[in-house]
């Protein structure tokens, strides 16, 4: 905080119980308004998010995506009409007709922070423990990018990340897995702010978390403190531990706030307040007692406007200030300067595709695992934004190359490589905060069995349409030895139910090029890359541009009497397959069908030509083969799990083999000589 804001923002404990008090009453309204929502949290909170707000964060309503701003999360989002409450009173793009909707279908005021819907929202938080997760990945970007950019008398990266979290927050498994993270990377420009009321939605915390939350902090190598009574107007002990805790350079930091949750409310301190609106007689009745007309609603005294307003003015003019320092940085640095906006911006480097390699049917095949490696690379060095690390499984997955051999860490904040540790779902919550800072495109890495333990974060990741990119390895049962508890079956159905959430399992070399400049180009949503162990064959007619398309046809005959479609390592199975058919004197047509909602996203025309009316289609896919039937007559595929053995026999044991495939589209043919039924749907 500058000392031109401590002044500005100074006032007298009267007066700020006078702020604190309209926040709590405004958030506990815009529950009461909608019938529903959570007032206990906010009302606790209040004095918290006034501290932060208007003496120590910097931020400017009027230019909400500032790079330099400080950035907030509010971890438990439940808690979000207290985030909403200071966005109106500070001048964001919230009014409070904004705050009368809450709750209500296409408000900007949603029941949990969803990014990209309110200005001033970082993250969409909601899942307990995925904010503060967030939050370390919002600190590891600020820490690299200012080491990638910041010259001296130039600090154009330069925030802090400040989070309040819950205790259900810090019951998840995610945020220990962040917070050990955090503090083994010595994180020392996030702080934490932990409500602790000692309430859950069940009751008192006592009926299951007893634990010493910052001991276990301390364990992880973070800075503690802790403020005792988180509820008084004075604020001074609760300002001078975030002062103190942005001293800390060298560790994150939390600070043990205790509060009552539905602070003033007849049922305060109960768990009673958490998740039910006071009701109108209650939040009059406490208007009335804390000097506000008990009749009316949603009312702001202009003394405490007038005192949000001036934040604002001091935020804007903080804006200005570094908008004048960028210029003279872009006049003295100019390169570095175009750099920072391309990247903020969230654009690709000009002709970054030429780096994808391309493959014919002459060049050795690998595993897609092996060929994604070959792939890195090249677009390591050619897209410098793009960083991230595996889940200690880099021997395995092969994602460190030369252009991103430095490891991001302490000593080197300008690594690009990221050791997450066995840390899968942290790992995914994290890399969500690296793409919710900008300037970065992240990657996240390790078996694809293991995005079940990640799948909240991967949803969120959808939601927030943040591009991410998971390049996961040992997709099917073909990986072998390690059996049935590593081998995915359900996972990809599971990945491919999320909207908006790109999976693309690609079948050779040129279709593994093709999938990364789908998950590059996509800057509206995660991409899932699946990757072979075992090794595959580069195929002719597959390329880079057609994976684009989701489906397409690898190869043809005239008078076809079926289509063998497939994805991975499958698709040279199919190959094999129609060749023996072709013998047989049976014509058939094979479909590499990388990713399904490429697929969907073309136009009929395209759809109907690729699966034409009348021609059965069997699909092979060594994974479940739930949603086949969109697309196909017949499968073969899993309805059970794997087995324990050579990855080639345990794909022969299970159906996937010439003979099989062979056998299975005869008998399809013939069921179907008469024609089979159209696969298509109307579209209404």
């Given at each position: 905080m500058s000392a031109e804001k401590k002044i500005a923002m100074s006032g007298g404990t009267a007066f700020a119980q006078q702020c604190i008090n309209t926040v709590r009453i405004i958030a506990a309204e815009t529950v009461q308004g909608a019938n529903s929502g959570h007032p206990g949290a906010p009302m606790g909170c209040a004095p918290m998010a006034h501290v932060l707000f208007s003496e120590i964060m910097k931020f400017s309503p009027s230019n909400p995506k500032w790079p330099s701003r400080d950035r907030f999360v509010l971890s438990n989002g439940h808690a979000c009409a207290l985030q909403y409450t200071m966005l109106h009173l500070l001048g964001y793009n919230v009014t409070l007709d904004d705050l009368k909707n809450f709750r209500q279908v296409g408000s900007i005021t949603p029941g949990h922070p969803e990014v990209g819907i309110t200005d001033g929202v970082e993250v969409s938080t909601g899942p307990l423990g995925q904010g503060l997760s967030n939050a370390v990945g919002l600190a590891i970007a600020e820490t690299h990018l200012a080491a990638k950019f910041n010259k001296p008398d130039f600090p154009i990266v330069d925030n802090f990340t400040y989070v309040i979290c819950g205790d259900g927050c810090l019951q998840e498994g995610v945020t220990s897995e962040a917070s050990s993270l955090a503090g083994h990377l010595g994180l020392g420009?996030?702080?934490?702010?932990?409500?602790?009321n000692l309430i859950t939605i069940d009751g008192d915390t006592e009926l299951s978390f007893s634990e010493d939350v910052l001991k276990r902090y301390e364990a992880y190598g973070w800075h503690t403190?802790?403020?005792?009574?988180?509820n008084t107007a004075d604020t001074a002990a609760l300002t001078a531990a975030i002062k103190a805790a942005q001293g800390v350079t060298d560790k994150p930091s939390i600070i043990k706030v205790r509060t009552i949750i539905g602070y003033g409310a007849k049922l305060q301190g109960t768990g009673k307040v958490h998740g039910a609106p006071l009701g109108d007689d209650d939040i009059a009745r406490?208007?009335?007692?804390?000097?506000?007309?008990?009749?009316?609603?949603?009312?702001?005294?202009?003394?405490?406007?007038d005192y949000y307003n001036r934040a604002k003015v001091i935020g804007d003019g903080e804006q200005a200030k570094w908008a004048e320092m960028f210029a003279k940085y872009q006049a003295a640095f100019p390169a570095e300067a175009a750099e920072f906006m391309r990247t903020m911006a969230g654009d690709l480097p000009a002709g970054w595709e030429n780096a994808l390699p391309t493959f014919t049917p002459a060049d050795k095949g690998d595993a897609t695992r092996?060929?994604?490696?070959?792939v890195l690379e090249k677009l390591v060095p050619a897209v410098p934004e793009f960083l991230g690390g595996s889940a200690d499984l880099t021997p395995s997955n092969l994602t460190r190359v030369d252009g991103n051999s430095i490891d991001y860490s302490r000593a080197a904040r300008d690594g690009r490589y990221l050791r997450f540790g066995v840390r899968e779902h942290g790992m995914c919550a994290v890399v969500n905060g690296l793409a919710a800072y900008g300037g970065i495109i992240p990657f996240g890495s390790t078996f694809v069995v293991f995005a079940g333990y990640a799948l909240g974060a991967m949803r969120v990741a959808a939601l927030s349409h943040f591009r991410v990119v998971y390049i996961y390895t040992h997709d099917s049962i073909g990986?072998?030895?390690d059996g049935p508890t590593h081998q995915p079956i359900e996972t990809l159905a599971s990945l491919r139910?999320?909207?908006?959430?790109?999976?693309?399992?690609?079948?050779?070399?040129?279709?593994?090029?093709?999938a990364y400049k789908m998950a590059l180009e996509k800057k509206t949503g995660p991409t899932f890359l699946a990757l072979s162990r075992q090794g595959l064959p580069n195929l002719a007619g597959s390329s880079i541009d057609a994976?684009?398309?989701?489906?397409?046809?690898?190869?043809?005959?005239?008078?076809?009497?079926?289509?063998?479609?497939?994805?991975?390592?499958e698709v040279s199975l199919c190959v094999k397959a129609a060749d023996v058919l072709k013998a047989k004197g049976i014509a058939s047509r094979v479909v590499s069908f990388p990713c399904w909602d490429a697929f969907n996203a073309q136009s009929a025309e395209y759809r109907a030509s690729v699966f034409p009316d009348g021609v059965p289609v069997l699909s092979v896919e060594a994974l479940s083969t739930l949603g086949w039937e969109k697309y196909a007559h017949a499968h073969i595929g899993m309805t059970t799990f794997g087995a324990s053995g050579k990855g080639g026999d345990v794909m022969k044991h299970f159906g996937f083999s010439v003979d099989n495939v062979v056998?299975?589209?005869?008998?399809?043919?013939?069921?179907?000589?008469?024609?089979?039924?159209?696969?298509?749907?109307?579209?209404?």
């Open positions: 420009k996030l702080i934490v702010l932990y409500d602790d403190q802790t403020v005792a009574d988180g406490i208007k009335g007692e804390w000097g506000f007309d008990p009749a009316s609603k949603f009312v702001i005294a202009p003394d405490v406007q092996k060929v994604s490696q070959q990986l072998g030895e139910s999320i909207p908006n959430f790109q999976v693309i399992r690609p079948a050779d070399g040129n279709e593994t090029s093709g994976v684009a398309k989701g489906a397409y046809v690898l190869q043809d005959a005239d008078d076809k009497k079926v289509v063998l479609v497939g994805s991975g390592s056998d299975k589209a005869t008998k399809l043919v013939e069921f179907y000589k008469s024609g089979a039924p159209s696969l298509s749907r109307p579209e209404f």
